[in-house]
Structures are given as structure tokens and as C-alpha cells.
């Protein structure tokens, strides 16, 4: 059965005409989605064709309304097809334009703008936003937009470009995840229609990727089965964009002279295989060009082990690669020389990265390196000396080489000098400070992350914004933060909450500098500081399992009403009520904290209204659900509030463990969801018994 080409609009309208399996109006279904009527009725007129394959007929009836028709089953199997479709978030905008750049590298052809809006499910006027977004783009690649008032848009440039353009885009935007997933289904053989409704599947047409990747697979040949992972995606998608060009009926020009001249070259062959095995399972005819740029796309490939011919390099191919290679790794440095050329890993490593490089060099094929400047913040020396073996290469070559390539040799000479310099270095525990707005939320997240990846490499501490003081700022080597800092001694780098990929790479970069740098001290006072916090978490435990409360509220009670009780309930003073009541309410504001899928609420908050850590269970009366909408069918709040003071960092610690506790210890929370008063004062003593080991623990 074919692949649908439907909108994600359409697709939504299909899912909502199949799930209520009744006639519908478009006025409905406009309001259901979102959008206008108009837009709706557009998006309809393209639907008829699509759906043949699963022997379902849309039917429209003026003045009645539209409908599905067709067998119970069919209609299932198209219910589970629409739902294993891609369904990507339409407000990333970033992953939006990526998409765009794709559409119209893989058909350049004439536009109007309502058919990209209707493909991304965004308004025209945000795709016309986005292609002058892209704009500059396609200009780096000699690819300019034109707009034709009327007819819609086009992309233009040559040939060269193009193929320049969508090297760079799959170098750039490498998805790994889809490929990985089909080879996973492949040895299940697993159902495929859900894997390639995600990422660049989607857009390339799932039925040309699954083909490429069939075709690949068949071919035994060792030179295919030796290539890393990106290489071989890159290849997958390389093919598959060319092979939805052509399919598109987009004559390539052939230029004759340089076509004889890759003839003769050792992948030719093989790249001949590929397109005889192209032709034969896509039925076409495919142009010579074609073959020409997949024989150079599998000379500039990363290869798992050296190889050429499908045997390991020998003879005088070799012995020339090792003297460029001895006479850079002079020029790196005459005085780790030596001991650089015993370093085999290393060795293997630039041999197997140069080959590749010197096709690229010499068919001026472009690569992009997204990590180039952060190589050259954050390893000024080695990038220098890395110029310096690049200018060997470029004398052996004959060709200059640019800032990406030696970004690249960097990289090479990089980890060889930190195997060296590790058997020089002595390697400590970073500590590293975790900041958020009060201490207690999205630093956990963090946290939790972080600890993963680094494990013991650092030790952690959430704090809130306010308190970084100097004192904290002399502790701690760096911190991580995705709020503004006003300490200018401390060392803050600041990230997305969420810690994204490239986020991770410069706090490992972080990392690799402070373990290298000598402890902090703190003079003779150390320990008498920890000492003292360490008597000042005592105290503050002591006073919050002491103050420990548990009512509980009628069934009926509104969210707001929830929060005056609690605030009366803290404190029974009406000055201090209010400010509990604000402080509550303004943190709600920032994001609601009823947490349905563990059952119970969170009311946390930093406030004047409390003059001790206090911790409450508020619960309903027959412990049934809340009737209020807004508690999404919880029955138990927890409340958690600190007071404005000197401890505001320590309580923040106090109740961030608790909190994790909550999601990770499922007895703590079933007791404190479901226990008596007893019951979860035991638990809670427990949970801040293991935070206080934990701390005493810690301590150095």
C-alpha cells in the first residue's frame, strides 16, 4: 500500500472524521483545529485521490455537512496509519526551516506559498517569515529565492550548487535517528509505518528512503559495509534527495569533460553497481551525472578502518600517507613529536580522517563544522599548532585548506595531546553550582541530567538566583545557569533549562578545564564552616519534622479557595497570610505544579509569610478526586514553603531532595499520598535522614 501525501492539517481533519464516524460541518471542523473555514475547505479539495488505496471515499452534502465511507476495518487501518504518521511540533521553528531548506532542495520548482503553509501547518505569512530566514542560507550556497507575485516562489542556481547545498545540509543536519530505526525494525521486522513518519522521512517521501535503503543493504560490497554510520546516512540521503528530483522529472545537465575524468577512479565502479541496482527498483532511466556524484560521495566518505579496493591500504599509497603524516605531526610540535608518533590510535585515526579530506579538497567539496569556533575558544593552543600541520597538507595537496578542515585536525591532534598531557596531569572533582529561579525546580532537572552523563567527574549543588553570594562564588569552580547572575567573580555559564546538545558540550568543556586546575581553598576556616552548616541542617530538618501538617478539605474546594486555606493554615497571622497567598499564586503563574501522572499537587514558594521551613499534606475529605477541573482529578497538595532568611539555600537543598524523592521512590510517595499522619511523618523523617547522610557524606 502506498505512502499517503497528506498536509498535518488533513491529517488532523481525517483523524477527527474517523473518530467520530458521524456527518460533520466544516464550520466545526474549522473550530476544532483552529482554523478558518475557508482554509479547511481548501485543504478538502485535495483529499479525494489519497485516500483510494484504503477503499475509503470522503462524501460532502451541502448544507448537511462531510463524512467517511467505507468498511469498519478499512477505516481502522487508515486510523492507524494517520496516527503513526510525523506529527512534528509546528512552534519549532528552527526544526520548521530545516524542513523548508529540505522541500525545496529536493524540488526547486515554481511554489505558491499556501502549498508550503499547508505542508508545515503554519499561516503564509509565517512561511514567507521563514523563507527570508533561509534566505541567507541558500545564498551561502549560491541558491537564490525569487518571488513571482500571483504564482507563488522558486529557488535558483546551478546544478553544482544544488549538490553543494544539500552536502551541506546533511552534514549539518544529520538525522541518525531515523535510519537507526529502520534498521532496528528491519532485523525485527518490525511494522515500518510508524518509523518513517518522523524527521527527514517524512519529507523525502518514506517510500523512496525505505528503497534506497533496500537497494544499499542488498549490495555486499565490502567498501559499503565499511562506512561509519554518518557516512552511510549521509550516502541514504544523498541518494534519496536526487532520486525525488528525478522522479520529479528535473533534467541534470552533464558535464561531459569531467565525467571521463571520474571514470577512471576505483569507486566508479561501485558507483556504477548502485545506479544499475537504482534504475532496476525505481524503473528509470538515471543520468550519468548521477553516478558521478555518488562515486564522489563515496570517495569523501569516513570508512570504519583505512581501505581502498576493499583491502587494507599497502605499498606505496601507505608509506606516502605516513610521511605526510610524520612531517605534520613535526610542524604540530617538535617537542611531542616523538612521542605523538607512538600513539597508534591516533595514528589510524588521521589516516582514515585524510583520505576523505583530500577528495573534498580536491573537488572543492565544502563541509560544514558547527563546533569550529568553539574549537578555537576553547583550544586556541592546539588549533594554532594545527594550522601548522595544515599547512604541510596544503603544500603536499596543492590546495588551500580551509578553517572547517583544520577545526577537524584539531579535533585529531586534540585527543592525542590529552591522552598525553593525561599521563602528565592530575585530574580532581569539578564542583559545579546548579542555578534556578528558587532552588528547588528546573535545577533538579539538571541535576538529574547531569549526574548521569558525568557521574563522579563533579559534585553538584542546586541554588536559587539570590543566593549567590561571594562567599558561595569563592566555593564553587563554574555555574550553570539559564537565569542572569549579578556575582562578576563567579565563572557562569549559562545554558537552555533543557540543556540542549550543544549546552552539554560546552559543560563538558568546562568540566575538562577545572579537573585540570588546581582545588579551591578556603584558609583554616574550612572546616569550622562546614561545622557550622552542617549543625544549621540539623536544626532546620528537626524544625520541619516538628511543624509537619496534614489536614484535609472538602471535595468541592476551587484551586483558589485551596490556596487561602493553605495560607491560613500556615500561619495565623492575616499580614503573613497574604503574602503566602501572593507568593503561591505568583509562582503558579510560571507553570501550573499538579503533576496528574503521580497523583498529587505541589505548592511551593519562597515567602516572608513563613518565619520556618514548613512542609504540609493537604488531602480531601474521603480521599476521592477534587472536583475542580484544575486539580486534573488529584486528591492530595503538597505544600512546601521557605522562608525569606540566612537558611534560604539550605532549605532550598531540604526540599529539592524531597522533591526528587517524590518521583523516584514510589513507597515514600504512596505513603504520603495514602498514609496516615504518623505514617508520613516516618516517611519524611526517613527521606531527610538520607539527605543528611547524604550531606555528611559529601563533606571533604
Sequence with gaps: MKDMDLTPRLKQILLIMLEDEQIISVKELAARI???????????????????????????????????????????????????RDNYDVSNREERRKRLILEILKDKGLKKLFYYSSQFQVSEATI????EAIEGWL???????????????????????????IRTFIEENMDTRVLREYYEAEEKREDLGSVYGNGMGQILKDDILKRVVSCLEGMNDKRLLTLTDSSHEGLVLHISIAMSRILNHEIIDTKEEWCREIQRDDDYGLARQIVEKLEKEFSIEIPEIETVYICLHLKGAKHQGIEWDGKKAQGMERKELLSLVNEMINAYSKEDAFVLKQDMEFIQGLLAHLQPTFVRLLHDMKISNPVLEDIKQSYPDIYEKSKRAAKVMETWIGKPIPETEVGFLTIHFGAAQVRLDGKKESIRQVFVGIVCASGIGISRLMLSKLEKVFKDRIRMEAYGQKDITPYVASRIDFFISSLPLKQPEADVLYVNPLLNQDDMEKIRQKIFHY???????????RFTMQLEQVNIIAMQIKTILRYMDVFKVSNDITFDALVTAVSERMSPY??????????????????????????????????????????AVCMTRDGEAFCDSYFKGIHTVLVMLIPEDDNVKINSEIFGHVSSALIEDYDFLTTILGGGREDIQAALSGCLRSFFQQYLGGIK
Design 515 to 525: 579537573e585540570r586546575l588546581p582545588q579551591k581553598t578556603h584558609g583554616e576556616t
Design 139 to 165: 545564498n551561502a550556497q549560491q541558491l537564490s529565492v525569487r518571488r513571482k507575485p500571483g504564482s507563488g516562489i522558486s529557488v535558483s542556481g546551478t546544478e553544482e550548487s544544488y549538490r553543494r547545498a
Design 34 to 84: 483552529g482554523v478558518s473555514k475557508r482554509t479547511v475547505q481548501r485543504e478538502l479539495e485535495y483529499i479525494g485521490s489519497s485516500l483510494k488505496p484504503y477503499h475509503v471515499t470522503f462524501e460532502t452534502k451541502t448544507g448537511v455537512g462531510v463524512w467517511l465511507d467505507g468498511a469498519a476495518e478499512d477505516k481502522r487501518i487508515l486510523r492507524e496509519q494517520l496516527k503513526g
Design 128 to 131: 514567507s517569515t521563514d523563507l
Design 574 to 615: 492575616g499580614d503573613r497570610q497574604i503574602m503566602i497567598w501572593e507568593a503561591i499564586k505568583e509562582r503558579e503563574k510560571l507553570g501550573s505544579q499538579i503533576f496528574a501522572e503521580f497523583g498529587f499537587g505541589l505548592l511551593h514558594a519562597r515567602t516572608k509569610g513563613v518565619i520556618r521551613p514548613s512542609f
